[in-house]
């Protein structure tokens, strides 16, 4: 039986439950997940706070259930210290350093939609310039690609670009661990953080038997506001990095980062305010934002898209 096909509509719903609906629903998803793989499954933990929710709601099912770590040497200080102070955690290193990849590769700039076809491009593949002139592959006009032409400009950047350091880093370790052990995922993602996240989500459900590498998102209908709530109301320790989770106009907040992944990942980086990931990086981690800015050469990459990178002036942040 396929799993079933939600729409935004039903999504909305879902995320709209209490926390408490939503706890139970997630636990009888890694339930029903466990039990059809006869327990041959273990918890994708990054150390961020997402992945810290799911992994102890499944331990509260499953006490012994196992966890994978992938070092990819781009982490928070504080996350790497914080998985280690968690059992059972299989550590992963992938086969290319972050250097290698961008020398290979690109820099993973804008977002994995704009870097991917811009990669692609640049080797001459047809698809990817049309989608990049905001158009279909055969040359018609694509409302949704219309989103891609203000970033034509980066098709002469003189810097590589692609969306391959996320595959090659973090999914290929974990790709073949699953494949040695026999084992299959569950993850901490939710479809509220990206659309492809939610597109996954209502295609497959929280738990995608169908897929080709068949994985669970258990939290995939939880919000932010979830995950925070759940993290104070469990008393549950999580990575230092996050600060303390307190309630500022109404919503749920950490006073240090809002989100870890990768510290050196430019994706997004053009939407956030000021203080961004790299000015606050400045003063909470020099020795990174020096190494980040300029010895990997994210600094030029940054400039060149008008992503500010230096503490801001005159606004309390340095």
Same mark, same amino acid.
Request: aromatic content about 12%; hydrophobic content about 35%.
């Given at each position: ?18 926390l408490e609906?939503?706890?139970? #629903? ?20 990054s ?33 790497? &210290? ?6 059972? #955690? ?5 086969? *290319? ?5 961008? &020398? ?14 811009i ?12 989608n ?18 203000k ?32 084992? #299959? ?12 996240? &939610? ?8 738990n ?13 209908f ?24 307190? &309630? ?7 006073t ?14 053009? *939407?956030?305010?000021?203080p ?11 020795k ?12 030029? #990459? ?17």
């Amino acid at each position: 039986m396929s799993e079933a096909v939600y729409t935004k509509q039903d999504l909305s719903i879902m995320q709209a439950w209490p926390l408490e609906r939503k706890i139970m #629903v997630t636990q009888a998803k890694i339930i029903e997940w466990y039990r059809h793989y006869g327990g041959k499954v273990s918890v994708s933990f990054s150390g961020g706070k997402d992945s810290t929710v799911a992994l102890d709601l499944a331990r509260r099912a499953f006490p012994d259930i196992p966890a994978v770590f992938v070092d990819t040497g781009l982490e928070y200080p504080e996350i790497r &210290e914080f998985v280690k102070s968690v059992s059972n #955690v299989t550590w992963l290193r992938p086969e *290319l350093p972050f250097t290698k990849v961008v &020398e290979q590769y690109g820099y993973p700039v804008i977002s994995k939609e704009v870097a991917h076809r811009i990669y692609y491009a640049r080797k001459g593949s047809n698809w990817a310039i049309q989608n990049m002139n905001g158009c279909n592959k055969d040359g018609s006009f694509s409302q949704f690609y219309q989103r891609f032409r203000k970033w034509h400009f980066l098709m002469e950047a003189p810097f590589p670009i692609s969306a391959r350091c996320c595959e090659i880093m973090k999914k290929r370790p974990i790709h073949r661990y699953t494949k040695e052990n026999g084992v #299959v995922q569950i993850t901490g993602t939710m479809a509220c953080e990206s659309m492809r996240r &939610e597109s996954t989500y209502l295609k497959y459900g929280c738990n995608a038997f169908n897929k080709g590498e068949p994985t669970s998102q258990p939290l995939s209908f939880w919000t932010e506001r979830d995950v925070l709530q759940y993290l104070r109301m469990t008393g549950i320790p999580y990575a230092s990095i996050y600060g303390d989770i307190v &309630e500022k106009n109404g919503k749920l907040v950490t006073t240090g980062a809002q989100r870890t992944g990768c510290m050196f990942c430019m994706f997004g980086a053009h *939407l956030e305010k000021k203080p961004n990931r790299f000015q606050r990086m400045a003063l909470t981690h020099p020795k990174q934002h020096e190494f980040c800015i300029n010895k990997l050469g994210c600094g030029k #990459v940054l400039d060149f898209i008008g992503v500010p990178y230096q503490p801001c002036q005159g606004c309390g942040h340095g």
